[in-house]
């Protein structure tokens, strides 16, 4: 059975309405996911309570970090309900967004300057 099985049927479209995936919410709460948010499996933790099938199907398909679209699209599901349901499994402590790269962390322009300049040389 493929994820597109759970879904959607050929002959009569979405056999889960999205509002019943997603509780009825149709917003994700603060820190809402773009389409190129990469999302990680917190490794080790266990769900205090019973997944929902959209959360346990996620929480299967992050074996190595994915984006947002892409969740979305392996799920045949439209972004909406699919940032819902990420916002409930990282508020639960599943799945996490990794840091991105501060400013501070960032190599001084004058050392990309030194390896642009050292590049040309060659």
């Known amino acids: 059975m493929s ?17 019943a995936i997603t509780g009825g919410r149709t917003e994700a709460p603060a820190g809402d ?14 769900p205090d309570g019973e997944l929902s099938l959209a959360e346990s199907t996620i929480v299967r398909l992050i074996e190595r970090p994915l984006s947002v679209s892409e969740i979305a ?12 349901i990420l916002a409930d499994l990282r508020d639960g402590g599943l799945i996490h967004v990794p ?5 501070a962390e960032r190599p001084a322009m004058s050392l990309l300057q030194q390896v642009l300049s050292g590049l040309n040389a060659l």
């Open 3 to 19: 994820i597109d099985d759970i879904w959607w049927d050929d002959d009569a479209g979405p056999i889960v309405r999205l509002y």
């Open 73 to 84: 699209a392996r799920l045949g599901l439209p972004l909406g309900p699919v940032r819902v």
């Open 33 to 46: 996911f773009t389409l190129s948010t990469i999302v990680q499996r917190v490794p080790g933790v266990v």
């Open 99 to 103: 840091r991105s790269r501060d400013a």
